[in-house]
Every structure is written in C-alpha cells, then in structure tokens.
Nanobody
Framework: VQLVESGGGLVQSGGSLRLSCVAS????????IGWFRQVPGKEREAVSC?????????WYENFVEGRFAISRDNAKKTVYLEMNNLKAEDTAVYYC???????????????????????WGQGTQVTVSP
C-alpha cells in the first residue's frame, strides 16, 4: 500500500492550494480516505473524510468553515483537498490516510488514530504566510 500526497507549498493568507493523494496497492473504491494535519509539537487532527465510492458521504472538521472541499476520482485513484481562503493557522503538514473498517466517515475522522501505519502517506507541507 502506498499513499502519496502532493500539492503543498507556500501561499499567502487568503490564497488557495489543491492537495492530491494518489493511492496504489489497495482496492481504492472500497476505501474511505481522510485528510489530516499536524503542526510540530501538537497532536494530529482531522480535516475531512470522504467515504468509499459505493456510499458517498463527506465530513469536515468545524474549522474548515466551508473553505475546503474534498473529492475523489476513482479512475485516477486520487483524493483531492481543495483549500481556499487559507489562513496562517492552516499551516501544517497534511497527510492522507485510507481505511475501510469504519462504518461512517465521521467515525473515520474521529477515530483516525486507529488507522494502521501502512495506510498513511508521508505528508505534504502547507505554509500560509500572514
């Protein structure tokens, strides 16, 4: 299993980025995918989760406030996180992870610590300058 994030970078406050998570080595359509982020010295937190292709549903953490949009392209085995109106507090390393055990995406985003290590990407840095 391999998950590879890309699309991070340096952007000014109010700017936009689109993150991509490309998956391989798994039956992509059967997996729910989540985006998570972590600031050094702080705990990792959930950003958004999208269900598998067969039961489409989406969950966002409150701080997203309508600024981010998660989507998936099953043909490309890719999940995207479109981030708009970025704020300095969005600065973090963003990770994607995959799991198919949770019955809802909300549960996946709440219990992401249970996702096995092999189902996490290496992360992509997002830096938002004030």
């Amino acid at each position: 299993v391999q998950l590879v994030e890309s699309g991070g970078g340096l952007v000014q406050s109010g700017g936009s980025l689109r993150l991509s998570c490309v998956a391989s080595g798994l039956d992509f359509e059967r997996f729910s995918i989540g985006w998570f982020r972590q600031v050094p010295g702080k705990e990792r937190e959930a950003v958004s989760c999208i269900s598998n292709a067969h039961t489409p549903s989406i969950w966002y953490e409150n701080f997203v406030e309508g600024r981010f949009a998660i989507s998936r392209d099953n043909a490309k085995k890719t999940v995207y996180l479109e981030m708009n109106n970025l704020k300095a507090e969005d600065t973090a390393v963003y990770y994607c992870a995959a799991d198919r055990r949770f019955t809802t995406v909300q549960m996946m985003c709440y219990l992401f610590q249970m996702i096995e290590n092999d189902y996490w990407g290496q992360g992509t840095q997002v830096t938002v300058s004030p």
